[in-house]
């Protein structure tokens, strides 16, 4: 279960990014704020992705291997932090791009 609890963290960093990209829209939204916000959604999205994937591989691997020897649980639960930390770079970095928006003028 941890690992499917650890993959819903990640959809939650694609709401908060599209709350802070949709509070930055305003009036005369210029080019580079639109490019801006591309890139804060594609950067956080991509390392969700990513994150997604190794905690989805890791999590396979950590419950067989734990039915086995349950002295892994540990070492599972370290490797899966290390892969949730991929998308927490991500939404730092879309955070980033995305106060960036409206410095265009």
Same mark, same amino acid.
């Given at each position: 279960i941890v690992p499917i609890v650890m993959a819903g963290?990640?959809?939650?960093?694609g709401l908060i990014i599209s709350v802070i990209i949709s509070t930055g829209i305003n009036a005369p939204y210029m080019l580079f704020d639109g490019y801006a916000h591309l890139a804060a959604g594609?950067?956080?999205g991509l390392a969700g992705l990513a994150a997604g994937m190794a905690i989805g591989i890791v999590g396979d691997?950590?419950?067989?291997a734990n039915a086995q020897q349950p002295k892994?649980?540990?070492?599972? #639960?370290?490797?899966? #932090?290390f892969a949730e930390a991929l998308a927490l770079?991500?939404?730092i970095v879309g #955070?980033?791009?995305a106060s960036k928006a409206g410095q265009s003028k």
């Amino acid at each position: 279960i941890v690992p499917i609890v650890m993959a819903g963290v990640l959809g939650i960093y694609g709401l908060i990014i599209s709350v802070i990209i949709s509070t930055g829209i305003n009036a005369p939204y210029m080019l580079f704020d639109g490019y801006a916000h591309l890139a804060a959604g594609l950067a956080c999205g991509l390392a969700g992705l990513a994150a997604g994937m190794a905690i989805g591989i890791v999590g396979d691997a950590g419950v067989r291997a734990n039915a086995q020897q349950p002295k892994l649980f540990v070492g599972m #639960i370290l490797i899966l #932090i290390f892969a949730e930390a991929l998308a927490l770079y991500g939404l730092i970095v879309g #955070i980033i791009l995305a106060s960036k928006a409206g410095q265009s003028k």
